[in-house]
């Protein structure tokens, strides 16, 4: 009943928004930083994660974290040089009675970028130097389990982009910079609730929740973005060794501000809880197309150590890598 009423008031709010569509600002924060939810296809709300980076998909699920202290990295090769660098790191006290509390960052570097001012010569603009843009955000995240089948979970995080400082012409020929950069507070909110039929989720996520922000007097929206997830490991259906093979498979149903309602799936196929093989795709997409990798588990004395890679088609774009590697005590 809460994730009905919370879908009918969310889809409310969104259905004023229609008309404002491919206007939010800061669309770094719709990036995905992990290796292993990008090779999914982002499908994470419902996917009870082991993982500290599970703050940045549904904070809801970090309270299934089955370590103490878990640490988890991520690099992002974006398309046309953009980079991304994420970490995060969860804390279970008490073996998760009083909860598990996180802390994150997401950091992108833009690159170089000309600055240019128009001009009356034979280019159209002068080349007067570089600027080089960049974003982050910084997080706290608390998650509890309220009773064994359901957990709630939120993310407070501080956003910061700057783009630089512009130079334009007045009328009388004289030249004027400006600054533009913006900081704001945003909110992420998720709930998880295991419907005790084997290992059915159902899950839902609200992410980017803030006020607008301004650029040069321009009022902008950050890509408020609202997901409904289902995931199960299918395997449950079969008698085959738990241990030997696993099969997830996880549906979300995405509803951002500036784009058109999604549905993504995204799979995860597991041999001796060591290797996975994980694939995805969101339909409908402008330019992103299927999305594929791989990870790697090892425990490496009393630390639990994975590696994941995945690799995303960008059709007209340069095609995008993402590493990502935990540590779990």
């Known amino acids: 009943m809460l994730l009905l009423g919370l879908f009918l008031l969310t889809a409310d709010a969104f259905a004023q928004e229609r008309s404002k569509r491919a206007q939010s600002a800061m669309k770094f924060l719709s990036v995905s930083t992990n290796a292993r939810a990008s090779a999914m296809g982002t499908a994470m709300t419902s996917v009870e994660s082991n993982a500290a980076y599970a703050m940045l998909y549904n904070p809801a699920s970090l309270s299934r974290l089955p370590s103490n202290v878990d640490m988890s990295f991520g690099m992002v090769n974006w398309i046309d040089g953009i980079d991304y660098n994420m970490g995060a790191i969860a804390y279970r006290p008490g073996d998760g009675r009083y909860g598990v509390f996180g802390i994150n960052f997401v950091m992108v570097d833009y690159g170089n970028i000309d600055e240019t001012i128009l001009s009356d010569g034979e280019k159209g603009y002068y080349r007067i130097g570089t600027i080089r843009p960049h974003a982050y955000t910084a997080g706290l995240t608390y998650a509890r389990a309220l009773t064994g089948r359901f957990s709630v979970g939120g993310n407070?995080?501080?956003?910061?982009?700057?783009?630089?400082?512009?130079?334009s012409a007045i009328s009388d020929g004289a030249l004027v910079r400006n600054d533009y950069m913006v900081e704001t507070v945003g909110f992420d909110f998720g709930v998880l609730y295991n419907t005790g039929y084997e290992s059915l989720n159902i899950?839902?996520?609200?992410?980017?929740?803030?006020?607008?922000?301004?650029?040069?007097?321009?009022?902008?929206?950050?890509?408020?973005?609202?997901?409904?997830?289902?995931?199960?490991?299918?395997?449950?259906?079969?008698?085959?060794?738990?241990?030997?093979?696993?099969?997830?498979?996880?549906?979300?149903?995405?509803?951002?501000?500036?784009?058109?309602?999604?549905?993504?799936?995204?799979?995860?196929?597991?041999?001796?809880?060591?290797?996975?093989?994980?694939?995805?795709?969101?339909?409908?997409?402008?330019?992103?197309?299927?999305?594929?990798?791989?990870?790697?588990?090892?425990p490496v004395g009393s630390v639990n150590l994975a590696i994941d890679y995945s690799y995303t088609s960008f059709d007209v774009f340069s095609n995008v890598n993402t590493f990502s590697v935990q540590f779990g005590f």
């Open 156 to 167: 407070l995080k501080f956003i910061r982009m700057d783009l630089g400082s512009g130079t």
């Open 203 to 298: 899950a839902m996520s609200l992410r980017n929740f803030s006020q607008d922000v301004s650029f040069n007097e321009m009022d902008n929206e950050l890509p408020l973005t609202f997901r409904i997830g289902i995931s199960m490991d299918v395997l449950d259906l079969f008698e085959v060794d738990r241990d030997m093979h696993s099969f997830l498979v996880s549906i979300d149903a995405n509803r951002p501000r500036d784009y058109s309602e999604q549905i993504i799936v995204g799979g995860e196929y597991t041999f001796l809880n060591r290797f996975a093989l994980r694939a995805g795709y969101g339909y409908p997409t402008d330019t992103q197309q299927i999305s594929a990798g791989f990870g790697i588990r090892q």
